[in-house]
């Protein structure tokens, strides 16, 4: 009895505690499961039924309703866990041209591309970040780098995807906004790999953008990338062949704040750059620093500073500097000797070129073509051809040929001397050895044909020279005109005039001078004052040369008296209105006289 009591208290006692317990908890409901978007679910069905079935066949009645937001979900939902070559296989239908109701967005891209990436599938989304940047153009990077950051935030992705879109930009021509891509993912805090920045750079080196590539290098350096002193040097190369010496030397003074030092490269680099633009005292003061900072001269900083003052016909100093390096124990390289060698050609100091020469050949170099080109210059413009013509006989023995430089000079050298067979046997030579007559060489046989006064046939190579499309300059022309003024033929030399006129070449004071001295000397002064009044319509102003070859015209064939007036003025007449006001004077004198 006692028990069932006991039995009855507890129940009771157990049933109240329930109650009192589910007065103060609810148990939360069960989570209901929403229902799948329909489209979703048959966009997905028909991915998972394709090929049996075609999509175009499935999706026909879906493509109406369908838009971006579907295809966005589709991809980052992914019910039925589709593999992502099926996904893209859908995503790129739906590009097609046939179907022409259904357009793809920025974001909707950008979602695949994110998908494509964080599966690896890296071509596929480079070639997706190729179809929006071109559809989006120039200065849009703000706008896909904020859509793509936008859908980063749902999706798990590689870095790849802001690399992959600064490379796309680089490959469509644009690369103010691939930089502006790197700017942007600084500003977010994303790395950028190394090797995008590198293809960046190697991008802008080949456009010749070498401003842009230091500013980005700089702003690359800036965020911990790191430094290349190959590249320094490059760069200050690029900037020294420009003449943008102000750039080079930034960047010269840039090499230490990247914890790096210069080398003897990098002081050559800029000493060059200072020389090429006859900076000489520049380049040596780089020499100084060199050495106290125990980066020491080598063969080549020799070179660039005896090429510097070699240029400027300094060969004094060019032979202490040679002496300089022989001493600190360089071996001198044929370009050294060659540029001595050339130096002192230049200098008209042949003697001197072959000793140096004669050194060379001690050293056991070899001369190469244009060390002889250089020495078969000078020898040519002193009228040493017969030493001109042993060198190349050497040449051959070396295996070495002529080019059109070395024939160049030999014909310039020949016509000088009066050999004019010599000149035209080496021309012969040229035509048969495939090497092409340029307007040098034409230039070199007229003149020596005018010299000769072998006019005609100076006309002739003229004509041949015109017949192979080449111009001849006002020099030419002036020539050949001279030389029939001097024969009298004044009408061939004025034709000559109007023929390079039409040819399009000014003529000079000069070629005016010749065509009226030769009206002068045959008392043609009517055309003389007419052709002075022509050049000062044309704008060629005429010089003391040209009044007083009118002058000395009229004095042969004037009264006595008026000749001592003229001989006076020869030298005093500068301008048009003093000519005219002294012939005018004459005039009436003359008018006077004959009515006395």
Not at 470 to 499: H, N, P, Q
Not at 504 to 526: A, D, F, R
Request: with cysteine.
């Amino acid at each position: 009895m006692a028990t069932k009591n006991v039995s009855r208290i507890h129940h009771r006692h157990t049933t109240t505690g329930a109650a009192a317990a589910a007065a103060w908890y609810t148990p939360p409901p069960f989570p209901r499961v929403q229902d799948p978007d329909p489209i979703l679910t048959a966009l997905s069905q028909a991915i998972q039924n394709a090929p049996a079935k075609p999509l175009h066949a499935s999706l026909k009645h879906l493509l109406p309703s369908l838009n971006a937001k579907h295809i966005i979900n589709l991809i980052t939902l992914n019910p039925l866990s589709l593999s992502p070559l099926s996904l893209l296989s859908l995503f790129q239908w739906l590009s097609t041209p046939g179907n022409s109701t259904f357009r793809h967005t920025l974001y909707s891209y950008c979602t695949m591309i994110h998908f494509l990436c964080s599966h690896q599938m890296f071509l596929e989304a480079k070639n997706l970040l190729r179809i929006v940047v071109s559809r989006k153009g120039r200065n849009s990077a703000s706008e896909v780098f904020a859509a793509i950051l936008e859908i980063k935030g749902t999706q798990k992705s590689d870095l790849y995807v802001f690399s992959g879109l600064m490379t796309a930009y680089l490959e469509s021509g644009l690369a103010l906004d691939a930089i502006q891509c790197f700017r942007l993912a600084k500003k977010h805090k994303f790395r950028v790999p190394f090797d995008t920045c590198r293809i960046v750079l190697e991008h802008l080196m080949k456009l010749k953008s070498y401003k842009l590539v230091w500013g980005f290098y700089e702003e690359i350096l800036e965020c911990g990338y790191p430094a290349s002193l190959y590249f320094f040097n490059i760069l200050m190369h690029k900037f020294c062949k420009q003449g943008e010496m102000r750039l080079a030397q930034s960047i010269f003074d840039s090499i230490g704040r990247w914890g790096l030092r210069p080398s003897v490269v990098s002081f050559n680099t800029l000493m060059n750059g200072y020389v090429w633009l006859g900076d000489l005292d520049e380049g040596f003061k780089l020499k100084s620093v060199m050495q106290e900072t125990g980066v020491w001269p080598d063969v080549y900083t020799y070179s660039v500073l005896l090429n510097g003052l070699c240029k400027e016909r300094k060969m004094d100093r060019a032979d202490d500097l040679f002496k300089e390096m022989l001493d600190s124990g360089l071996s001198p390289n044929t370009v050294t000797f060659t540029t001595l060698i050339d130096g002192h050609c230049k200098n008209e100091r042949v003697d001197l070129a072959m000793d140096v020469y004669k050194r060379m050949l001690a050293e056991g170099l070899a001369p190469d073509l244009i060390t002889y080109n250089a020495i078969i210059d000078g020898l040519c413009k002193k009228g040493h051809l017969k030493e001109a013509r042993v060198l190349i006989d050497e040449m051959s023995t070396k295996g070495l040929k002529p080019d059109k430089v070395t024939y160049t000079t030999l014909i310039y050298g020949s016509c000088k001397e009066g050999d004019l067979e010599a000149a035209f046997q080496l021309k012969q030579r040229m035509v048969k050895e495939n090497i092409a007559l340029d307007s040098v060489v034409y230039t070199n046989l007229i003149s020596g044909l005018c010299q000769e006064g072998r006019v005609v046939d100076a006309e002739k190579m003229l004509r041949e020279m015109l017949r192979v499309d080449l111009k001849a300059d006002g020099g030419v022309y002036t020539m050949i005109m001279d030389g029939f003024c001097k024969k009298g033929d004044v009408r061939t030399a004025s034709m000559l005039l109007r023929e390079m006129q039409r040819d399009g070449t000014v003529p000079s004071v000069v070629t005016y001078n010749v065509l009226i001295n030769g009206y002068c000397k045959l008392g043609q002064m009517k055309n003389a004052n007419m052709l002075l009044s022509a050049m000062l319509n044309l704008g060629v102003v005429p010089d003391d040369i040209t009044y007083n070859i009118l002058l000395e015209g009229y004095c042969k064939y004037r009264k006595p008296e008026d000749v001592c007036k003229l001989r006076s003025a020869k030298g005093l007449v500068l301008d048009y209105a003093s000519y005219t006001s002294l012939i005018d004077s004459l005039s009436s004198s003359s008018r006077c006289r004959s009515k006395e």
